[in-house]
């Protein structure tokens, strides 16, 4: 099951932590954007192309202490095809090095749509009589308020492929209470829509005990995030909000159950961006910047489990 997978790397590399390569051009060293500029011009190609060097080197440097990536799709998209290419590049290479991939889409629809995206983010395709596979990340972050049809094509090819998703329940951004915390009948709908992952994940259940359908729950919410944890026993989180969001280590702990498990904890801009914020860190050492910055990250976290 896809979800045990990312258990047992977190496990082997006691390290409960994913890494979210959401980049722009600016996070890369200027020294990166310059050869990209030379080759193609000041073009989107330029841009894919820093990109995808960046994300290689903080991958290399990673990949033996980060179990999991996150690419956050959006920051491809804006690059146009170029972009896009550069993502599925970057999901490649990742995999390449034995990593866990989340593609983090909130892809949401239903019926064909929806089983057009889950065939494009986590399954296969045909062409002409031959599978192919566009996009091939481990799992997928998905919004899950059109309901159990715009779930269950994922779910299928969860059973079918060793996929996982993660569904939006209480996200970290400020505004999230405007619909997240109002309530159905005498629950909020994040307790809601955490209850139906229980039901939606109920016949996929691994070894670890959890699911193939796990929450997003942000750590900027750290009650919502304990309450929820004893809520939903078989549901995983991705927990977004560590670092810039302002989410601290001892609140995300509240994740975790009794063995230390059911989570993994992002950070995105902290890591990417170390490079600018360390102090005598020269734009060549970007990528152990990344290193240390993702070293001190596990550890501030493990300390609480």
């Not at 102090?279 to 970007?286: L, N, P, R, V």
Request: with cysteine; glycine share 12%.
């Amino acid at each position: 099951m896809s979800l045990d997978r990312l258990l047992g790397r977190i496990d082997e590399m006691h390290n409960p932590s994913v890494a979210g390569l959401d980049p722009k051009l600016e996070y890369v060293p200027r020294f990166l954007q310059d050869a990209a500029f030379v080759k193609y011009g000041h073009t989107l190609e330029a841009a894919a192309a820093a990109i995808l060097e960046f994300n290689k080197a903080l991958i290399d440097v990673l990949c033996d202490i980060v179990p999991a990536i996150k690419p956050q799709a959006a920051y491809y998209e804006m690059y146009g095809w170029a972009g896009v290419r550069t993502l599925v590049e970057t999901i490649r290479y990742a995999k390449g090095k034995g990593m866990f991939v989340i593609t983090d889409g909130k892809r949401n629809d239903i019926g064909a749509t929806m089983s057009a995206y889950a065939a494009a983010h986590l399954g296969t395709v045909d062409v002409g009589g031959v599978t192919a596979e566009p996009f091939g990340a481990d799992a997928l972050t998905v919004n899950g308020y059109l309901g159990t049809d715009g779930i269950q094509p994922l779910l299928d090819i969860c059973e079918k492929l060793d996929k996982g998703i993660f569904v939006l329940a209480k996200t970290s951004n400020p505004s999230s209470g405007e619909l997240q915390d109002q309530k159905i009948g005498d629950k909020p709908v994040y307790e809601v829509m955490g209850e139906m992952c229980e039901t939606w994940g109920s016949a996929q259940i691994g070894a670890y005990g959890y699911s193939t359908v796990g929450a997003v729950v942000g750590a900027t919410y750290p009650e919502q995030l304990k309450e929820l944890r004893e809520k939903l026993p078989h549901t995983m989180f991705l927990v977004p909000g560590y670092g810039a969001q302002g989410g601290g280590a001892k609140g995300v702990a509240a994740a975790f159950d009794g063995n230390g498990r059911g989570a993994i904890v992002n950070s995105s801009r902290a890591i990417m961006c170390a490079w600018k914020k360390e102090a005598g860190c020269s734009e060549a050492d970007f990528a152990q910047a990344a290193r240390r910055e993702a070293i001190r990250m596990r550890d501030d976290i493990t300390s609480y489990l």
